[in-house]
């Protein structure tokens, strides 16, 4: 499908619109993908303010690699105060992702380390090419993760391996990071980015309001304690089903006129 639209916005960051869906690229080949402040900062505006059009987005490296993390040289000569604020920033742009408009779809390959893994996890649904493989080598470079890492991951794939992860500097495959539910599919090298854009393209279709009640309301209840899950569940249920877009796609199944579940 040919780009409709080019919005750059950084020179580390490159975005086109394919539909309603935004194909937003980490454009530092060079670096393998590095994630510096400016990189950070882009993807947390466009996520902050996405295109009006937009309605979901993939994430996707250019060169051999999704990213290598965290560039070093951003840290390198940071005293703590610095350190915080620099953590603080990473939180502030991975929320406008995690907690933002857009349904985002990842596109892993090669290496996906450090605040690469961070930034994934940050990600709704993660694919997978056969060339992924999986770090946090923080241990061995004397840090710690700083971009929600140590939030997101022990949901993701459970504290004892994020642990194992971190001291050991243990490296997992693409297959291993599939069984342990670090990426939702996993393809031959190559396929990864068309799949994520037709499954972006998909979730771009959903009524508004369920990916919405998808990305802000499940996270919240599957967390809160269950007496304020089931309330908030009914409520989010409720908005949702009275909701004009609702209506018409139930009255299309009920009417024969809406797709069937096949396997
Ligand atoms: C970098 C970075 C980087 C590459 N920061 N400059 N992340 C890491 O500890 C991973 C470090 N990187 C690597 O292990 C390797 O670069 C790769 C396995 C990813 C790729 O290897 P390769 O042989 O293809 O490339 P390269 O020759 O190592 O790197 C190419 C250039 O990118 C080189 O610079 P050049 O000027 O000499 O060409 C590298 O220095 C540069 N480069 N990775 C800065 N990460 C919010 S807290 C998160 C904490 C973390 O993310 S810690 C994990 C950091």
């Given at each position: 499908?040919?780009?409709e639209a080019e919005t750059?916005?950084?020179?580390?960051?490159?975005?086109?619109?394919?539909?309603?869906?935004?194909?937003?690229?980490?454009?530092?080949?060079?670096?393998?993908?590095?994630?510096?402040?400016?990189?950070?900062?882009?993807l947390?505006?466009?996520?902050?303010?996405?295109?009006?059009?937009?309605?979901?987005?993939?994430?996707a490296?250019t060169g051999?690699?999704?990213?290598?993390?965290?560039?070093?040289?951003d840290?390198?000569?940071?005293?703590?105060t610095?350190?915080?604020?620099?953590?603080?920033?990473?939180h502030?742009?991975?929320?406008?992702?995690?907690?933002?408009?857009?349904?985002?779809i990842?596109?892993?390959?090669?290496?996906v380390?450090?605040?690469?893994l961070?930034?994934?996890?940050?990600?709704?649904?993660?694919?997978?090419?056969?060339?992924?493989?999986?770090?946090?080598?923080?241990?061995?470079?004397?840090?710690?993760?700083g971009?929600?890492?140590?939030v997101?991951?022990?949901?993701l794939?459970?504290?004892?391996?994020m642990?194992?992860?971190?001291?050991?500097?243990r490296?997992?495959?693409?297959?291993?990071?599939?069984?342990?539910?670090?990426?939702?599919?996993?393809?031959?090298?190559?396929?990864?980015?068309?799949?994520?854009?037709?499954?972006?393209?998909?979730?771009?279709?959903?009524?508004?309001?369920?990916?919405?009640?998808?990305l802000?309301?499940?996270?919240?209840?599957?967390?809160?304690?269950?007496?304020?899950?089931?309330?908030?569940?009914?409520?989010?249920?409720?908005?949702?089903?009275?909701?004009s877009?609702?209506k018409?796609?139930?009255?299309?199944?009920?009417?024969?006129?809406?797709?069937?579940?096949?396997p």
């Amino acid at each position: 499908m040919p780009p409709e639209a080019e919005t750059p916005r950084s020179p580390f960051l490159s975005v086109e619109m394919r539909g309603a869906v935004a194909l937003l690229r980490l454009a530092r080949p060079e670096k393998r993908n590095a994630l510096n402040e400016a990189l950070v900062t882009a993807l947390g505006a466009f996520f902050a303010a996405p295109p009006e059009g937009a309605r979901a987005a993939v994430l996707a490296g250019t060169g051999a690699h999704f990213s290598a993390g965290l560039d070093l040289a951003d840290i390198a000569a940071q005293d703590a105060t610095a350190g915080v604020f620099h953590s603080r920033l990473w939180h502030q742009a991975f929320r406008h992702i995690a907690e933002g408009k857009l349904p985002v779809i990842a596109a892993l390959h090669g290496a996906v380390i450090g605040g690469g893994l961070e930034l994934a996890s940050a990600c709704h649904i993660r694919v997978a090419e056969r060339s992924a493989y999986y770090a946090l080598p923080e241990g061995q470079r004397g840090i710690f993760v700083g971009g929600g890492g140590s939030v997101r991951l022990p949901r993701l794939i459970g504290l004892a391996r994020m642990t194992d992860m971190m001291l050991t500097g243990r490296v997992f495959s693409a297959e291993e990071g599939q069984a342990i539910g670090l990426s939702n599919y996993l393809v031959d090298d190559g396929a990864g980015l068309a799949l994520a854009l037709d499954l972006a393209a998909k979730v771009a279709k959903n009524a508004p309001l369920t990916n919405f009640a998808v990305l802000h309301a499940l996270p919240r209840i599957a967390e809160s304690d269950r007496e304020g899950g089931f309330l908030a569940e009914s409520l989010m249920a409720a908005i949702a089903a009275a909701d004009s877009e609702a209506k018409s796609r139930l009255r299309a199944f009920l009417d024969g006129r809406a797709a069937k579940i096949t396997p």
